[in-house]
């Protein structure tokens, strides 16, 4: 059953609390992968400062097993956000010979099979399924960023190189309009139909407005000619 869209809960995600003290608010439910990703940050700080003799750091970082205990999807985000991390250190010191197309190419049947389990599952398993396809999306993430770093460039498809025009306008408009979509219907194929539809739309529209200038620069100051010297 969809949620009712109010602004409960709007305090502890405005201080990044949410998940670890209560749901997010729900008039806007991405906030809620923000909060993990700045205790993660946080806690990269403090690690940082504790191994350059910080001790204050390192009672910080005390916080986090309670951050798990609190929310145990704290950890599982973490591992993500921690292979994110690695994949850049490994990168750093050379370490991606293993990172092969092949085995990008088999990666891809992890999201794949995420997304059949969500199409696939009975209401009451939507949840676990979304987490499902979360992780799996995750790991497949990680393992395309590190090919993409060993072989030093990104795969380039026009059709999605062509998104950049309207990505903003995208990614401003898509909640609110997926909040209209399932607002009219809660039925799956919502969701296919709402995608398509917020991409066409973002596609028509994002170029003119993304090009529109709400602050103009002023016009740089026409140099004064140089005053003559007053005559001896």
Not at 104 to 112: C, G, I, R, S
Not at 185 to 193: G, H, L, M, R
Request: a positive charge; aromatic letters at 14%.
């Amino acid at each position: 059953m969809r949620e009712a869209i109010s602004l409960e809960g709007f305090a502890r995600t405005a201080f990044f609390l949410n998940g670890l003290l209560g749901p997010t608010v729900s008039a806007n439910g991405p906030l809620w992968s923000l909060a993990y990703e700045v205790w993660f940050y946080i806690g990269a700080a403090l690690l940082f400062l504790g191994l350059t003799g910080k001790r204050l750091a390192w009672l910080g970082l005390a916080l986090y097993p309670v951050f798990v205990i609190a929310d145990p999807w704290f950890a599982v985000w973490g591992a993500c956000w921690l292979g994110g991390a690695a994949v850049s250190v490994l990168h750093a010191s050379g370490r991606l010979g293993w990172a092969r197309r092949r085995w990008m190419v088999a990666a891809l049947l992890l999201p794949a099979a995420g997304l059949a389990a969500i199409m696939l599952s009975p209401p009451n398993l939507v949840f676990w399924t979304t987490r499902l396809f979360q992780v799996l999306f995750c790991a497949w993430f990680i393992l395309h960023m590190a090919q993409a770093l060993n072989e030093e460039r990104l795969v380039s498809i026009k059709s999605i190189v062509a998104t950049a025009g309207f990505s903003y306008t995208l990614y401003v408009v898509h909640f609110p309009m997926l909040l209209v979509a399932y607002g009219i219907s809660e039925a799956k194929i919502a969701a296919p139909i709402a995608a398509i539809t917020i991409l066409l739309f973002a596609a028509l529209t994002g170029r003119w407005i993304e090009s529109i200038a709400l602050i103009r620069r002023p016009a740089k100051p026409v140099a004064a000619p140089p005053k003559p010297e007053p005559a001896e």
